[in-house]
């Protein structure tokens, strides 16, 4: 489901992929409806951004260590981190827009 700009991770290629510098990272699911339209969305971040901060998909059925790592709890549920460390957590639908500003937050400039 990912495209060329977004990385899909499971437990084992988390930590050394999305662990250090800024990363956004999706936890969805292929059976979950508004999953599928944040997709779409994650992707076009991922384009506008290039290589100023690392975007992943983490498929919580696949890897569900890291999810429960970052309490996720209901999906899409997407995570801005630095070096790790969490700046920010949305549940829910989240607008192209609001995930720039996010990154933008984090030290990401387009």
Request: charged letters at 15%; glycine letters at 8%.
């Amino acid at each position: 489901m990912a495209e060329n700009n977004v990385l899909e991770l499971n437990d084992e290629t988390f930590a050394q992929s999305a662990t250090s510098g800024i990363a956004l990272v999706d936890f969805w699911a292929p059976w979950c409806g508004p999953c599928q339209m944040q997709g779409p969305i994650v992707e076009e971040v991922a384009s506008k951004i290039g290589s100023a901060a690392t975007v992943a998909k983490v498929n919580v059925d696949e890897a569900p260590q890291t999810a429960a790592r970052f309490g996720v709890q209901s999906i899409p549920s997407l995570v801005v981190l630095s070096d790790g460390e969490v700046v920010k957590q949305f549940s829910g639908v989240q607008s192209e827009e609001t995930l720039l500003d996010a990154l933008s937050v984090a030290g990401v400039s387009q």
